[in-house]
């Protein structure tokens, strides 16, 4: 007789890979002792027994099955089959349908020769010790969540173990430069994501960055030093389902000794999402143009869009980008000139006496940069007392507690040391940047950004500029 045997384990373990293995030489055995045909044996790794859709061996046989292949399949246990009732049923009747036998060996049943109720009975029983399973992972996640449990893999870290980890240094340098981008230069997730890309940096799996991978390092407040636990959990075990647990529900655990960029930093991330999401209703963010993301039609509120004409001479200005797809009436087209000249005049017109203001300011910012001096020397010294400390520790001269909280306020200190050395630019450097602000030259996205809140422009051409501390409405 041709038969096929099926075997299943639920995790990708060693020790559960050396079941399966086991599970092989059992059918090939059985096959020898009775004289049969042994087919085939299909085996899914590392898969769950609820959901059929995950189990790419499993529909492999019931697609053999169909191509007469085989007359008898074999299992060693019904849980091993399916621990979903319906799903168990579905595939017995289908196999039924196709004259295939299914023989479950610790049960001594088979399909054809028993009632459905039986089968039924026994499917049902694997079904609920899944379920109690289910509780019991549930429980043990929840617990380890509010010690603190931290994940596999988190980037900007290295996993010392369950509980404990360690920033690594150089991927600390790459969410430093995310939140740089983000807030200083006004860059988007998209953005971002390419210049890391063209940039060669890597994800932890060694994976191209995406958007969404750039999203979740400037939402996650575990980079400020605050980790949290506990934000979602299955709902459903047979289909996997997770929700969404609510901020009173999930376990915050502070962590300042992880901390890669500051709380201030963290906090002015999440705001300017909130505002980006605000002014991009229906529009992806964009960074680009001086005005991206800034000048939304008070019809439609969606943003408008940056357009170039070339003739005699080129032509930049910009209209709604929901009248350009045709869906709003507001045709009025802003020339970008225009708009530069009278918020430079209004904004000019508020300050009294530029060129003093320019000269305070390089003033003082040279003063700054003068008392700075070398830092080479403190960090130094600071990454010895980290090696002490580390020798303390392995030495049990000094509990774990008392380690990581002296060696986390020693690493903080080398990060601002770091961030001081990033920040120094030469007094020439300095006069350049001063004069071009004075001048409104070389400004970007980031600094306009910085300026203007939002411009909204209406159907009969009234344009209306927001600046961060004032309003005012002028004519262009």
């Given at each position: 007789m041709r038969i096929a045997a099926y075997c299943r384990v639920s995790t990708s373990k060693e020790e559960q890979l050396d079941s399966l293995a086991n599970q092989k030489e059992f059918f090939q055995s059985y096959a020898n002792l009775h004289g049969d045909e042994l087919?085939?044996?299909?085996?899914?790794?590392?898969t769950s027994g609820t959901r059929l859709q995950r189990r790419e061996q499993f529909l492999a046989l019931m697609r053999d099955a169909g191509k007469d292949q085989f007359d008898v399949v074999v299992v060693k246990d019904i849980s091993r089959f399916a621990r979903n009732t319906v799903d168990f049923l579905r595939s017995i009747r289908k196999l039924k349908e196709l004259g295939v036998n299914t023989r479950f060996l610790t049960a001594n049943m088979d399909s054809l020769g028993e009632s459905e109720f039986v089968l039924t009975m026994f499917g049902a029983l694997a079904q609920e010790e899944?379920?109690?399973?289910s509780k019991r992972v549930k429980f043990?996640?929840?617990?380890?969540?509010?010690?603190?449990?931290?994940?596999?893999?988190?980037y900007g870290y290295d996993?010392?173990?369950?509980?404990?980890?360690?920033?690594?240094?150089a991927e600390a340098d790459v969410v430093r430069m995310v939140y740089d981008l983000y807030l200083e230069q006004g860059l988007g997730c998209r953005s971002i994501a390419q210049q890391l890309n063209n940039g060669g940096y890597v994800t932890k799996l060694g994976c191209s960055w995406t958007p969404s991978a750039v999203h979740r390092i400037l939402t996650n407040p575990i980079y400020c030093g605050h980790h949290v636990n506990h934000k979602y959990e299955v709902e459903n075990y047979l289909t996997g389902k997770q929700k969404k647990i609510p901020p009173e529900g999930q376990y915050h655990h502070p962590r300042p000794q992880w901390a890669i960029v500051t709380p201030l930093q963290f906090q002015q991330a999440q705001k300017q999402r909130q505002a980006r999401g605000r002014t991009q209703k229906q529009a992806r963010y964009s960074a680009r143009h001086l005005f991206s993301g800034l000048m939304v039609c008070q019809e439609c509120g969606r943003s408008f869009c940056r357009k170039t004409y070339t003739y005699a001479k080129t032509r930049v200005y910009w209209k709604c980008s929901g009248n350009d797809q045709g869906t709003c009436a507001n045709r009025?087209?802003?020339?970008?000139?225009?708009?530069m000249d009278a918020i430079i005049t209004y904004v000019g017109g508020c300050i009294a006496q530029p060129e003093e203001i320019a000269k305070e300011l390089q003033s003082w910012m040279n003063q700054e940069l003068d008392g700075r001096g070398s830092t080479e020397e403190e960090r130094q010294r600071l990454e010895r007392k980290v090696a002490r400390y580390t020798?303390?520790?392995?030495?049990?001269?000094?509990?774990l507690e008392e380690y990581l909280d002296k060696r986390g306020r020693i690493l903080k200190r080398i990060y601002t040391l770091q961030q001081l050395d990033c920040n120094k630019v030469n007094q020439k450097q300095v006069a350049e940047r001063v004069e071009q602000c004075m001048a409104w030259k070389g400004w970007t996205h980031a600094d306009m950004a910085k300026?203007?809140?939002?411009?909204?422009?209406?159907?009969?051409?009234?344009?209306?500029v927001f600046l961060r501390s004032a309003e005012s409405n002028p004519s262009v």
């Open positions: 087919v085939k044996i299909y085996a899914d790794e590392g899944s379920a109690n399973l043990g996640k929840k617990l380890n969540a509010k010690k603190g449990r931290v994940p596999q893999r988190i996993r010392l173990d369950n509980f404990t980890l360690c920033i690594n240094p009025i087209k802003i020339e970008e000139g225009q708009l020798e303390l520790y392995a030495n049990e001269a000094m509990s300026l203007v809140e939002r411009i909204t422009v209406n159907g009969e051409g009234e344009v209306k």
